[in-house]
């Protein structure tokens, strides 16, 4: 009998001023992947890398949301800085409209899990 492997679908999100932290949870999932061993894999997508510009009657955002399948994720990983990100259509940004669907998911059946994190400057706490 061949291998059961399970693949876990971790959606990483955010606007583009997190980008380099979107690539830093990318490139840690990787290492988790290589040295963690066993049958599961943790396999990430991000908008910037898993979505391609095409028309969607909801405008570039709807494709997004078509192509993330963010209610078929076991996880969401939303990373805020400065900025929320683009308005959408309906008013809300990207980002937000991810995060809403996984948290109504998560509310529905328990999947995804959403986890929120804000890259936020020392100096801003600080108060400087």
């Known amino acids: 009998m061949p291998d059961q492997w399970m693949h876990h679908k971790v ?47 909801e405008g570039p955002q709807g494709a997004i949301n ?16 400065s900025r929320l990100g683009t308005p959408t259509q309906n008013g809300e940004n990207g980002t937000e409209q991810e995060l809403r669907q996984a948290c109504d998911s998560w509310k529905a059946k328990g999947l995804p899990v959403p986890m929120i994190y804000f890259n936020v400057d020392e100096r801003q706490i600080a108060g400087l």
């Open 66 to 81: 078509e192509i993330l399948k963010i209610t078929e994720a076991s996880a969401v990983v939303a990373i805020f800085s």
């Open 11 to 57: 959606v990483i999100v955010g606007p583009s001023d997190v980008s380099q932290e979107r690539k830093i949870v990318e490139e840690a999932i990787g290492y988790l992947n290589r040295t963690m061993g066993g049958r599961e894999w943790l396999v990430p997508v991000t908008w910037d890398t898993d979505s391609y510009p095409r028309f969607h009657p």
